[in-house]
């Protein structure tokens, strides 16, 4: 068995993973830490859930506690897509980094400016960032970005989903030619490809697949609004909420105003509810996941955007207000409710309109999902399943899964992270009337996005 002492980790590093009670390198660690240490480029292909945060953040700690940190002038730059990635990847390196003297600063977008250039101007270490603020930083002079040694790009590919190529490549033509990138991404298309090519040198590449799966029990229904109105899919949502074992849930819309509305709809019928996506400030999303998260708040309305990566502990109940337009964000929703061997349920609402979504779920998942009606509590004449076996769908586009089994093994990360959008590329002109996010995230109103899910793996799982 590796031990992360055979990867080449100093004492420091090794007392503090102890107390986090890591008791190997998970693959992604294993390969990119090593190389990292050396100081080549590390091409890491991996998702949220194999352990990736800690395989390029226990590198850098390693290579910077040896020197010592300068006003404004950080020696090392970690770029995340969203605000809550960049939130989680700093909790982790505050863990991580306990036993150092090593200082970080947090520079994401919607909160104040003035906090994030004190710690600047007492020097920080490392700087992790979501592309937006960091380039508003830089062009205010708070920030240099000449004495970067060690770059880490995250989740390239969602980087471009959101439109920051751009910004990437305007951030990467600023720092030093000479320094170290580790490039972490979980698919590669070409235009990560590309941006690894031109900015990369000589990378190791370490790809490593999705961990190997939980047993999950995840009970799948579909419900039939009577018509396809907002106000009849509100109504079924009701029903399905009102039910005996509904303890809490994340309620998924497809659209980000359909999240304001249901949440409002919901809240005046006097459930505990409240919405989470791109358009809300940062402090109101924080304030938001901690209410739900300590069970203050009992259902969270949240775009597939919003919801994806967030690190939420396991929910009773997931319902999809819509079914989503991408078959693979289906599996990554259930993923977030029958977590660790827990019984979950996942309600999905089907109106008119939506066969042509719900037909690519079912060949995503291999199955049909049981459709139920809440009004009598009966079934309907035709049989389906109770339940499904899915797998977490890959990278690449998922084919079709067949399965027969009962019971749904759903194949997902350990926790999942972030969210929200930062800034449209540069070069795109503001829409008008929408929130910062709309005009900063292509996607982020209707697009539907790949989200992840929260299980813990086997090989996680701590003994
Ligand atoms: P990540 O893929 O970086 O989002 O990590 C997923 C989760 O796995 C996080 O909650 C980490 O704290 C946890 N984790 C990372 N590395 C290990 C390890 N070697 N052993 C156990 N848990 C880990």
Request: charged fraction near 30%; glycine fraction near 8%; hydrophobic fraction near 35%.
């Amino acid at each position: 068995m590796t031990t992360f002492a055979d990867l080449g980790l100093g004492q420091k590093l090794l007392d503090a993973l102890d107390t986090a009670g890591y008791k190997e390198p998970t693959p992604i660690q294993a390969g990119s830490i090593p190389p990292a240490l050396s100081g080549r480029d590390v091409l890491g292909i991996a998702q949220t859930g194999t352990g990736k945060t800690a395989a390029f953040t226990l590198p850098l700690i390693e290579k910077l506690s040896k020197g010592r940190a300068k006003a404004r002038m950080p020696r090392s730059l970690i770029l995340s897509p969203t605000r809550e990635l960049a939130a989680q990847i700093a909790e982790n390196f505050d863990n991580y980094a306990k036993n150092t003297k090593l200082t970080k600063v947090l520079l994401i977008g919607g909160v104040a400016f003035g906090p994030q250039e004190d710690i600047l101007n007492r020097g920080a270490d490392v700087v992790i960032a979501t592309p937006g603020r960091l380039l508003d930083q830089f062009e205010r002079g708070k920030v240099l970005l000449n004495g970067v040694q060690v770059l880490v790009i995250d989740e390239a590919d969602r980087m471009l989903d959101m439109g920051f190529i751009p910004d990437i490549e305007r951030i990467l033509k600023t720092l030093p030619a000479k320094r170290q990138t580790l490039f972490f991404s979980a698919t590669m298309p070409p235009e990560i490809q590309s941006l690894v090519d031109r900015f990369m040198s000589d990378p190791e590449r370490i790809e490593v697949s999705r961990p190997a799966s939980t047993a999950t029990t995840i009970k799948q229904l579909l419900v039939r609004a009577s018509d396809k109105t907002p106000k009849s899919k509100r109504e079924m949502l009701r029903k399905a909420i009102d039910r005996d074992g509904v303890k809490n849930g994340i309620i998924f819309c497809n659209r980000k105003r359909d999240v304001d509305i249901v949440a409002r709809s919901l809240a005046k019928h006097g459930l505990s509810a409240a919405p989470i996506h791109g358009d809300l400030d940062q402090s109101v999303r924080t304030k938001t996941l901690d209410a739900f998260k300590s069970g203050e708040l009992r259902f969270l309305v949240a775009s597939d955007v919003a919801a994806r990566g967030l690190d939420i502990p396991a929910v009773s109940h997931v319902f999809n207000y819509d079914i989503p337009h991408n078959s693979e964000d289906y599996v990554h929703r259930i993923g977030r409710t029958g977590r660790a061997g827990l019984e979950g349920e996942a309600v999905s609402i089907f109106a008119p309109g939506d066969e042509k979504n719900l037909a690519a779920v079912e060949k995503m998942i291999g199955n049909k999902i049981e459709a139920v009606d809440f009004k009598t509590g009966n079934k309907p004449a035709e049989p389906r399943p109770a339940k499904t076996e899915t797998r977490e769908p890959k990278p690449a586009k998922g084919a079709p899964r067949k399965s027969n089994a009962a019971k749904a093994e759903v194949e997902t990360p350990p926790s999942a992270k972030p969210e929200t959008v930062e800034k449209a590329p540069r070069n795109k002109p503001p829409a008008k009337a929408s929130g910062r996010n709309d005009r900063r995230n292509p996607r982020s109103d209707g697009g539907s996005v790949t989200g992840f899910g929260d299980d813990v793996p086997d090989f996680f799982k701590l003994s």
